[in-house]
């Protein structure tokens, strides 16, 4: 076991927070996945593109479940997390509005793995994504949704039992000049008004 994780380290390409990107996932968890079936059935040789035959097919969301067994999902963040995927490749992830799963697949592994500015700027968008998420935990299954989940990963220190690394504030990226600021409700309402008097 040991053997074969320390093999599969060394595969990985740059460091990420200080890190190899895989040990982004604990300890214990890196270990459940890649013993599990899942893992050794349908992740073996995966590659960008491949991943995504495997993703198209998710059904839910969530870290582990039942007897502490991972899920499908963040089995697929750990070959993602192995593979690391050129921004652009990830974005297109992002952007595929037919699989949620997807999406919320690559906004996790951006979570996990770009710079704070970056962070923001992919994932503030899908707060307007209100579709409907299923996830699964020790519990059973329940219903999320696709905006809660986007503010978990910007807000929580904890998501799918994957502890994030530490995220600066927007406030303190805008202070640094990294971030440009949101615009504010009135100045929305102040276009739209402008919008609604301007004639057709």
């Known amino acids: 076991m040991a053997d074969f994780i320390a093999r599969d380290y060394q595969s990985q390409g740059d460091v990420v927070h200080q890190m190899l990107p895989t040990f982004l996932v604990g ?3 890196r270990e459940r996945i890649v013993e599990s079936f899942y893992w050794k059935e349908q992740c073996f040789g995966l590659n960008a593109a491949s991943l995504i035959d495997r993703a198209v097919r998710l059904e839910y969301i969530g870290g582990q479940f039942g007897n502490q067994r991972p899920t499908e999902f963040i089995c697929l963040l750990y070959k993602l997390l192995q593979v690391a995927p050129e921004k652009e ?15 919320a697949l690559a906004a996790f592994y951006i979570r996990l793995t770009w710079p704070d500015p970056d962070v923001y700027q992919a994932l503030e968008p899908l707060l307007n994504d209100y579709r409907k998420l299923r996830v699964r935990d020790h519990n059973g299954f ?7 989940f986007i503010d978990d990963l910007l807000n929580e220190e904890t998501v799918c039992d994957v502890t994030l690394p ?22 929305s309402e102040s276009e739209n008004d402008e ?3 301007i004639p057709s």
């Open 27 to 29: 300890k214990i968890l």
């Open 89 to 103: 490749i990830v974005l297109e992830y992002l952007s595929i509005p037919e699989f949620k799963y997807i999406r």
């Open 142 to 148: 329940y219903v999320s949704h696709m905006d809660e």
């Open 166 to 187: 530490p995220l600066m504030s927007r406030y303190q990226l805008e202070e640094l000049d990294q971030l440009d600021p949101l615009p504010s409700s009135s100045e």
């Open 195 to 197: 919008t609604k008097k």
